[in-house]
């Protein structure tokens, strides 16, 4: 079993960034896919970004291409959500989560096996 904790969240003005993190512990993961999700207030669970963890192959959704990068860190077995030029509606909970045992990316989050408790951005206008 995979353990996440993310950290990073927070409130910050339209244009601003912010950097999340997602610590893993548990179990090496050679063979795991990495994701980011985030849920709006009455809304779905929307994919963001994933990494593959070997190799570092990375994918995003339309809405945050060329303003989010999402990167890894082996040695300290974290992931990393970097986020620029926040807009208003970036608003929502953040979630990491993992798929074991795959190097298959899925924008699903029900394909996802492990997730962190969520940590939430607020960018305002």
């Known amino acids: 079993q995979v353990q996440l904790v993310e950290s990073g969240g927070g409130l910050v003005q339209a244009g601003g960034s912010l950097r999340l993190s997602c610590a893993t512990s548990?179990?090496?993961?050679?063979?795991?896919?990495m994701g980011w999700f985030r849920q709006a207030p009455e809304k779905g669970r929307e994919f963001v970004a994933a990494i593959r963890w070997s190799g570092g192959s990375t994918y995003y959704a339309n809405s945050v291409k060329g303003r989010f990068t999402i990167s890894r860190d082996n040695a300290k077995s974290t992931v990393y959500l970097q986020m620029n030029s926040l807009k208003p509606e970036d608003t929502a909970v953040y979630y990491c989560?993992?798929?074991?045992?795959?190097?298959?990316?899925?924008?699903?989050?029900?394909?996802?096996?492990?997730w962190g408790q969520g940590t939430q951005v607020t960018v305002s206008s």
């Open positions: 989560a993992g798929r074991i045992n795959t190097v298959a990316v899925s924008t699903s989050p029900n394909d996802y096996n492990n």
């Open positions: 548990g179990r090496t993961l050679s063979s795991y896919v």
